[in-house]
């Protein structure tokens, strides 16, 4: 009882008066703003879905359909005669691609060249996150070409495969960069003979490591460059990839514009069947378009 | 004795006020905010779920805010221009802070006109607004239900444009949220 004698009480109360007082006041006073997911995934590593051949780690939100062009033209090096390669024989792919979720997407795209077929995914398995609690960007690729040209083959003989795993951070606002083991596959290849002699032998499958960097010149422009070395045993007379790209946003679309070595617009094939070197002026003028709706 | 019961008086006054004030606050972290946009030939339309706001009758405070980043339109790349025209790194929220300033009859079961006055703040701009809505009280929620329209110039928010298409600059706001008793949660 001591205690409670009138000494000790009154500051004991005053104490609870004010507590309670503070207590209600804060129900008037304003309520902290909080993010409501501050630690979420960072903002676009690439402006679409491509570097330039090779995928990028971005992927489709959910509900999202992308359509995409991909025009490759003739050799830049033809000169002015053929307006820089724009006279000569030119590849196209027309591709669908869709978002199941945020991290994964399936697609189907159809090149001139071979009348190719290619199904393909994308899985985003981890997602670099803003708080830094996941530093890098980890997806997988897999791509199935069939070709449909006209030649006798079998249905095995047509099939060409890609799998891919793809490493990326951005690293800054305005640079973002990407590693990509891959392996592509032909289940069929040639091999030509002058005699006894093997003047043209195909390998069945690379391997090769994309490299791959952006740089954002603003929110809606960026500056793209990709090299694919290829690695072990490769076809006779194949050159690793190199190009360059300008990547321009404009609401629902991204057009790229860039220059590149190979005529081919799936990695696999520019993987095993690109013959052209960039450095030795050996590229070509292209575009992409990208359009993206929304199916929601 | 004197002491002792003056104290306690002052403690039993802050806690029924205190009980008071809690009694009469509602407050929701899941409101819905909608925006209707028109470009020529067509509108679409940004969604977030997180609203989050405090009324409080008894002092008929009205505290509202939104997450920008949880504005969606269903394509990502328009949620990126929207991004980038609020720009939202450097101002995150949507905010109103003020009094409501009609009288609200708790006693009413059907939803009653009600007319706040405060400031509404976007894009780093504050604005004196007064907003109408509906406030109704079922069962121990109280539901809101309002929208105005906001002109992007106001808030020196420039329209993106979709090509070449731009964004009208007059955009149709609603809210609705049903907001729990403070002393429930």
Same mark, same amino acid.
């Given at each position: 009882m001591k205690q409670f004698s009138g000494i000790k009480y009154r500051p004991v109360c005053l104490f609870l008066f004010l507590a309670l007082s503070i207590g209600a006041g804060t129900v008037q006073a304003q309520i902290p703003r909080r993010?409501?997911? !501050?630690?979420? !995934?960072?903002?676009?590593?690439?402006?679409? @879905? &491509?570097?330039?051949?090779?995928?990028?780690?971005?992927n489709l939100p959910a509900g999202n359909l992308n359509f995409t062009i991909m025009h490759v033209f003739g050799r830049v090096d033809e000169g002015v005669q053929s307006l820089w390669g724009v006279d000569g024989p030119a590849n196209i792919r027309f591709g669908l691609d869709y978002g199941i979720s945020d991290r994964l997407s399936i697609g189907v795209g159809r090149s001139q060249f071979d009348k190719?077929?290619?199904?393909?995914?994308?899985? &985003?398995?981890?997602?670099?996150?803003?708080?830094?609690?996941? !530093?890098?960007?980890?997806?997988?690729?897999g791509d199935m070409g069939i070709m449909t040209e006209s030649n006798g083959f079998e249905f095995s003989d047509r099939l060409n495969y890609l799998g891919a795993?793809?490493?990326?951070?951005?690293?800054?606002?305005?640079?973002?960069?990407?590693?990509? !083991?891959?392996?592509?596959?032909? &289940?069929t290849v040639s091999t030509e003979h002058n005699g006894e002699t093997d003047m043209h032998v195909e390998e069945k499958t690379h391997f090769a490591v994309a490299l791959g960097g952006r740089i954002l010149v603003n929110d809606r422009v960026a500056l793209l460059v990709e090299y694919i070395p290829v690695f072990g045993d490769r076809t006779t007379a194949t050159e690793n990839a190199f190009a360059v790209a300008l990547n321009i946003e404009t609401g629902g679309h991204v057009f790229v514009i860039y220059l590149k070595t190979s005529d081919y617009l799936?990695? @696999?094939?520019?993987?095993?069947?690109?013959?052209?070197?960039?450095?030795?002026?050996?590229?070509?003028?292209?575009f992409i378009i990208n359009r993206v709706f929304s199916l929601n | 004795m004197m002491v002792r019961s003056t104290a306690e008086i002052l403690v039993f006054i802050a806690f029924i006020g205190a009980q008071t004030v809690a009694g009469q606050s509602w407050m929701t972290q899941t409101g819905t905010v909608e925006f209707i946009s028109s470009v020529p030939f067509f509108t679409f339309t940004g969604t977030s779920e997180h609203l989050t706001g405090v009324i409080n009758l008894a002092d008929s405070t009205v505290d509202f805010y939104v997450?920008?980043?949880?504005?969606?339109?269903?394509? $990502?790349?328009?949620?990126?221009?929207?991004?980038?025209?609020?720009?939202?790194?450097?101002?995150?929220?949507?905010?109103?802070?003020?009094?409501?300033?009609?009288?609200?009859?708790?006693?009413?079961?059907?939803?009653?006109?009600?007319?706040?006055?405060?400031?509404?703040?976007?894009? $780093?701009?504050?604005?004196?607004?007064?907003?109408?809505?509906?406030?109704?009280?079922?069962?121990?929620?109280?539901?809101l239900d309002a929208g105005w329209d906001l002109n992007l110039e106001d808030y020196n928010i420039v329209p993106p444009k979709l090509l070449i298409v731009k964004v009208d600059e007059i955009q149709k706001i609603r809210i609705t949220a049903t907001l729990d008793p403070m002393n429930s949660q």
């Open positions: 993010l409501v997911d !501050p630690g979420g !995934p960072v903002d676009e590593l690439f402006l679409s @879905q &491509n570097i330039v051949v090779t995928s990028s780690v971005s190719l077929y290619d199904f393909r995914f994308k899985a &985003n398995l981890l997602r670099q996150s803003k708080d830094g609690k996941m !530093p890098i960007e980890l997806a997988l690729k795993v793809m490493l990326a951070r951005r690293m800054s606002d305005k640079i973002s960069l990407q590693v990509s !083991p891959m392996i592509s596959h032909f &289940n799936t990695e @696999q094939h520019v993987i095993a069947r690109n013959s052209e070197e960039f450095f030795r002026g050996d590229f070509r003028l292209g | 997450d920008l980043s949880t504005l969606k339109t269903g394509i $990502g790349k328009r949620d990126k221009d929207m991004r980038l025209s609020l720009d939202i790194k450097e101002y995150p929220f949507a905010e109103f802070y003020g009094k409501l300033i009609t009288d609200f009859d708790r006693s009413i079961p059907d939803g009653q006109a009600a007319m706040v006055e405060g400031v509404f703040t976007l894009h $780093g701009v504050k604005k004196n607004v007064r907003l109408s809505g509906v406030l109704q009280l079922i069962g121990d929620q109280l539901v």
